[in-house]
């Protein structure tokens, strides 16, 4: 046994490449694999490489002097605070101002029932953890965004597809989905869903779904997980009304300040039924013992000082110009049997490729041709997602968001080419594509 540990030791130490430990992981390890987003971001990151892939906000629109002195002023005048501990489920200030934020929606709510997260991604952890078994069901658009699918994977859940269109996820096959399932004997924890411009689709659910999909699944008994990071960077008229302003009790509310202000904060929050709250605070004690107080307090700062909705306001008209830039963009380069979505708010457009043309096999290429996209496989637990690819329009100026497209529609235009002269499947077609390189592995 000593021995068979020092072994691994010394592998590790030498940093091979082979993994010494992988008998000795625990099960719930083998459904962490990275994600294809993260593999991407080493080469999408080259200047030369206009990138349609990372969903990361344009920050550099914030006033980041002013940022910087209310940090500086918040250390010298509140440091003891803001430099210790502070409580699992989050300052109260600032679950006061989160409750403000999300008046917005249409939500009512106390600041008893929000906790504090390390971004919504955290909460997604905390969600999980809380009601996942391995083997439980959890249901979840298709596609879905690719954090949350990693996180139900680590802890061992069983993802279900529901289909989507471009009016959000299709309440016929959610009731069928469910019932489906439940006569099959499956556990269905919850249903995880982005209603509001949706990531990667970049779809909206329309109002008369969004009462449907609440009532099915009050009658199934099916609790509603509603992540919103986008929900107020819509580009037309006043933000949607959140599915949680019309059940308090069966939704469980994702929010997040890393869209609306900056990720780097790594503020996000849940807002959830009294019992829920409970154990998420005591899962969120358990994993971190409180969040960073000094994230808090700035965030609650900037929110108590600066024109913050003027600020959201910024960002929309921002992103909205980068969304035209790219939709006008697929309109004149992109070849004939391609499609796409036509997103009225957030950061991502899915666009459908041609018959027998595969993502994926396409990026090695798109890459080396200095553009990048996140392949659809990436945001389907089941493999699905392959004639699929999102892209973002968040970060890159309306300029360069043209040149990308110049450059992919040029790609896809030679794979038509090479399908065309070899036919879907051949391996001459496929030579030398199917091989990522080392960025791409
Ligand atoms: N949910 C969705 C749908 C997202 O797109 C993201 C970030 N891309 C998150 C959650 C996590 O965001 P954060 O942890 O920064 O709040």
């Known amino acids: 046994m000593t021995h068979e540990l020092d072994h691994g030791r010394t592998n590790a130490a030498q940093g091979s490449r082979i993994d010494a430990y992988i008998d000795r992981y625990a099960a719930r390890a083998a459904g ?117 699918l990693g996180t139900f994977g680590a802890y061992q859940a069983k993802v279900v597809h529901v289909a989507m269109d471009d009016q959000g996820l299709i309440p016929e096959s959610l009731a069928q989905t469910i019932y489906a399932l439940q006569t099959a004997g499956n556990r269905i924890k919850f249903l995880y869903t982005i209603p509001t411009f949706q990531n990667p689709a970049g779809v909206t659910l329309n109002e008369v779904r969004r009462r449907q999909v609440l009532e099915i699944c009050q009658r199934a008994g099916v609790l509603v997980v509603e992540d919103n990071p986008y929900g107020l960077l819509g580009f037309d008229g006043e933000p949607l009304r959140a599915l949680r302003a019309d059940d308090p009790d069966g939704v469980v509310y994702l929010g997040s300040f890393s869209k609306t202000l900056a990720p780097g904060f790594r503020v996000g929050w849940a807002l959830a039924p009294h019992a829920v709250r409970d154990k998420l605070v005591l899962a969120m004690e358990s994993a971190v013992l409180s969040h960073s107080t000094f994230t808090q307090l700035a965030v609650g700062q900037y929110l ?23 939709l006008n963009s697929l309109e004149v380069f992109m070849p004939a049997g391609c499609s796409w979505t036509r997103p009225s708010g957030g950061f991502f457009v899915w666009a459908t490729l041609p018959e027998g043309l595969d993502s994926k096999a396409l990026l090695p290429r798109a890459v080396a041709e200095r553009v990048a996209f996140v392949p659809g496989t990436g945001f389907y637990s089941d493999g699905g997602g392959a004639q699929h690819m999102r892209l973002s329009y968040c970060y890159p100026q309306p300029d360069r968001i043209r040149e990308g497209v110049r450059r992919l529609a040029g790609v896809i235009e030679q794979e038509l080419q090479l399908r065309d002269t070899f036919g879907t499947g051949s391996a001459r077609w496929h030579a030398g594509i199917d091989t990522p390189g080392p960025d791409l592995a």
């Open 304 to 326: 108590a000082t600066q024109p913050w909705r003027e600020q959201i306001k910024t960002f929309r008209e921002l992103y909205r110009e980068r969304r035209d830039a790219l």
């Open 32 to 148: 962490m694999v990275a994600s294809e987003v993260r593999a991407l971001f080493a080469v999408a990151s080259r200047p030369e490489v206009v990138s349609l892939a990372g969903g990361m906000p344009y920050v550099t629109a914030l006033p980041l002097d002013v940022v910087g002195e209310l940090v500086a002023d918040l250390v010298a005048k509140r440091g003891p605070v803001a430099l210790q501990y502070g409580s699992g489920q989050g300052d109260p200030d600032l679950r006061e101002q989160i409750c403000e934020v999300m008046r917005m929606e249409g939500i009512e709510a106390g600041a008893d029932d929000v906790v504090v997260t390390v971004g919504s991604q955290q909460a997604l952890d905390l969600i999980t953890r809380i009601f996942i078994d391995p083997g439980d069901v959890v249901l979840a658009e298709g596609p879905s965004y690719v954090g949350a």
